[in-house]
């Protein structure tokens, strides 16, 4: 059970970009909600809170304060920071900030049976920040736009110390989405509305760098 002020008031000094995200990125909820995909438990209150601090779990229908829902997202912190030292001591502030939001978003247990621990073990951040932008995708395996800016910005994060590093986040989701291409009049719809949302500047800069086999005018499909 935490009740320390100076406790609450080290961890806010301590992982406080951290914290902004979490909070960026999970809003405040007065009143719980339940897992979307299945319209009951777990449910989630505050900033992502499915756990009060004495381990009962979050019910339907119940409020709480913003107040409150700090409170319950600091202690969740500080229980994940402990188990980020524990199992990768020495991580740098940048690194540490990025994981405890990486980690209060997927879960503790996901994340330790991810590859990650061994890539930040080995010292291979590039494959910490390429395992961490495959989280994106929703129970469906929707990709959430949400998730897309928050992975970005936890990677970002998780390399600010590492000047060597020119993240691109690799083109995961397009690669994925190339390599699965069946000509289906859904995808093609999907691509006909990512051409018209690019700036043609943009559009054009692909094309020519992607060297697409050279096309007579009258193949060109419109």
Known sequence: MYDGCNMLTSIVQDLSTGIDLIMKYEGFNEKSFPDPSTGTAPYTIGFG???????????KSQLCTYEKATEYLKYEIEE????LDKEVPGLNGYMLE???????SIGWEPFLYSD????????DRETV?????RWVFDQDHQVVSNLVFRRREEI???LASAQE??????GQLLLNAFARYENTPTQNKAIRH???????????EFINQFKLPKLQQSEIVV
Do not use: C, R, W
Not at 116 to 123: Q, V
């Open 80 to 83: 994940i920071k402990k188990a």
């Open 194 to 204: 990512l051409e018209e949302a690019i700036h043609p500047v943009v559009l054009t």
């Open 156 to 158: 970002n994060l998780f």
């Open 49 to 59: 809170s499915q756990y009060y601090p004495d381990g009962q779990p979050v019910g």
């Open 116 to 123: 990650i621990l061994d890539a930040i073990e080995d010292g």
């Open 129 to 133: 920040a390429e395992e961490m932008y």
């Open 98 to 104: 990025a994981l405890v939001s990486f980690v209060h």
């Open 165 to 170: 590093y020119n993240v691109s986040f690799g």
